[in-house]
């Protein structure tokens, strides 16, 4: 596309920047979003945690804790390998292994 006039030229300048807007947009939703993985401790991993933790503390294997369907078998293991972590970091024995 070739421009002649001063119109046209403004006409693709106003085009140009709508296009930019939309990419902006777009660039900051694509940078906000969360993405998969691991994720931070945040309040929704702290309460599974804890959750696992507290059974842990009552008594419950691993296996029962997995059948119940809260956690999957390797997130219990990381669970209680986190768990372990801790209680050697503040110099508390952690429980027994199950």
């Given at each position: 596309?070739k421009?002649?006039?001063?119109?046209?030229?403004?006409?693709?300048i106003?085009?140009?920047?709508?296009?930019v807007?939309?990419?902006?947009?777009?660039?900051?939703?694509?940078?906000?979003?969360?993405?998969?993985?691991?994720?931070?401790?945040?309040?929704?991993?702290?309460?599974?945690?804890?959750?696992?933790?507290?059974?842990y503390r009552d008594?419950?294997s691993?296996?029962?804790?997995?059948?119940?369907?809260?956690?999957?078998?390797?997130?219990?293991?990381?669970?209680?390998?986190?768990?372990?972590?801790?209680?050697?970091?503040?110099?508390?024995?952690?429980?027994k292994?199950?």
């Open positions: 596309m421009i002649q006039t001063l119109e046209e030229a403004l006409k693709r106003k085009e140009l920047e709508k296009e807007a939309e990419l902006e947009k777009e660039n900051k939703r694509l940078r906000e979003r969360r993405s998969g993985g691991r994720k931070k401790h945040d309040e929704t991993w702290m309460n599974a945690y804890k959750g696992f933790i507290e059974k008594g419950k691993l296996a029962e804790i997995v059948a119940e369907g809260d956690v999957s078998r390797r997130t219990a293991y990381r669970y209680l390998a986190y768990y372990k972590e801790l209680q050697t970091k503040t110099d508390r024995p952690a429980d292994k199950r």
